[in-house]
T-cell receptor, first 111, second 114 residues
Framework: QKEVEQDPGPLSVPEGAIVSLNCTYSNSAFQYFMWYRQYSRKGPELLMYTYSSGNKEDGRFTAQVDKSSKYISLFIRDSQPSDSATYLCAMSGRGNEKLTFGTGTRLTIIP | DVKVTQSSRYLVKRTGEKVFLECVQDMDHENMFWYRQDPGLGLRLIYFSYDVKMKEKGDIPEGYSVSREKKERFSLILESASTNQTSMYLC?????????????FGPGTRLLVL
């Protein structure tokens, strides 16, 4: 079993819809949770960062962490064609540790 | 603006060749990482370095080595390239301490080994 599971998609939704992307994990030591966005043929870029449980909002993006269920989500409101990309979840434990990534979900927003 | 650059965007090499992939960051970050990215497998850590001349094996170091002679530069070396090393290679850097887990990525190098 992988430490981090992420549905690879692909996921296609119409413009303006709310998108929900999710990851589950098995390592209870994870405390830092990130979402990266990767456009085609580019490197990943950090989108959202959260520590421990709770919600964090940044514009149209909301990151949610439920440590009791070992489940994290990224919500995109009013989705735009420019949101079409692969979204990677990543997480790590306390200390100077490496990141563990999900496999990524490919998202397409249809105009 | 943070910047991680990789020496090549695309490379084509022959089986058995020695391949060098270069990564440079201008953010004075201590930590640097090399990943490969394959469909369905996500990002897998090959090697990382927390300081000059220091290296640690990641999850899949076999067939690779690294060099970090200067803080800003981290090189990945394929000693004898094989077809199963055809992949997208991504370099990243991060700063220990505040948001230390925040890694900044380069644009990637697509390597094809024939």
């Amino acid at each position: 079993q992988k430490e981090v599971e992420q549905d690879p998609g692909p996921l296609s939704v119409p413009e303006g819809a709310i998108v929900s992307l999710n990851c589950t994990y098995s390592n209870s030591a994870f405390q830092y949770f990130m979402w990266y966005r990767q456009y085609s043929r580019k490197g990943p870029e950090l989108l959202m960062y959260t520590y421990s449980s709770g919600n964090k909002e940044d514009g149209r993006f909301t990151a949610q962490v439920d440590k009791s269920s070992k489940y994290i989500s990224l919500f995109i409101r009013d989705s735009q064609p420019s949101d079409s990309a692969t979204y990677l979840c990543a997480m790590s434990g306390r200390g100077n540790e490496k990141l563990t990534f999900g496999t990524g979900t490919r998202l397409t927003i249809i105009p | 603006d943070v910047k991680v650059t990789q020496s090549s965007r695309y490379l084509v090499k022959r089986t058995g060749e020695k391949v060098f992939l270069e990564c440079v960051q201008d953010m004075d970050h201590e930590n640097m990482f090399w990943y490969r990215q394959d469909p369905g497998l996500g990002l897998r850590l090959i090697y990382f370095s927390y300081d000059v001349k220091m290296k640690e094996k990641g999850d899949i170091p076999e067939g690779y080595s690294v060099s970090r002679e200067k803080k800003e530069r981290f090189s990945l070396i394929l000693e004898s390239a094989s077809t199963n090393q055809t992949s997208m290679y991504l370099c990243a850097s991060s700063l220990p301490g505040t948001y230390q887990e925040t890694q900044y990525f380069g644009p990637g190098t697509r390597l094809l080994v024939l």
